[in-house]
């Protein structure tokens, strides 16, 4: 099991929109398989997670919809911005989300992009979908959060 167990160490990029539409169930740690120019332009942060997810085909994960914009001194080097790019992870965890994304209605949704060292790691989230109500619920109870935070705030200026 590669399940995240220490903070990344620079977080290059986050998928706050995933955390807003789906319950977090797991969480893995995979590689992911990029050209030099790629690499070049994920340190200069030029990523977009939003609306990205992982698809399983024949027997390894990829990211769909992961935007990485061309790097500006790539020249004819530059990749295609919107290409999958391939995830590394060991083939027993493979197969095991794959079966459980196809039997449980589960989704995989890359959650954070960070280096670990030199290497490019995402972190990879095994979700379920939220519903409306879920998400109006999550929402109150983040504004409350809030709320009581800025009273304590508040109390404890005046005293």
């Known amino acids: ?20 539409d789906y319950f977090v169930d797991e969480k893995y740690e995979a590689g992911i398989a990029l050209f030099g120019t790629e690499v070049k ?9 939003k609306d990205s997810y992982c698809s399983l085909r024949n027997g390894e994960l990829f990211i769909v919809g992961m935007r990485i914009s061309p ?8 990749r295609d911005p919107m290409r999958d790019k391939k995830l590394l992870m060991h083939k027993k ?5 794959g ?3 196809t039997q449980k209605g589960y989704t995989l949704v890359p ?8 290497n490019v790691k ?15 619920d999550s ?7 809030r709320e009581i935070d800025r009273t304590m705030k508040d109390r404890s200026r005046y005293e």
């Open 93 to 97: 965890e493979i197969m095991k989300l």
């Open 1 to 20: 099991m590669s399940q995240v167990k220490k903070a990344p160490q620079k977080i290059i990029a986050q998928n706050k929109k995933a955390w807003h």
């Open 71 to 78: 790097y500006e001194k790539g020249n004819i080097f530059n």
């Open 139 to 145: 929402d109150a109870k983040r504004e409350a959060a």
């Open 111 to 118: 959650l954070s992009l960070y280096f670990s060292g030199k």
């Open 99 to 101: 079966g459980l994304v």
């Open 41 to 49: 332009s994920v340190r200069g942060g030029a990523v977009n997670l």
């Open 122 to 136: 995402a972190e990879i989230g095994l979700c379920r979908g939220k519903k409306l109500y879920d998400k109006r």
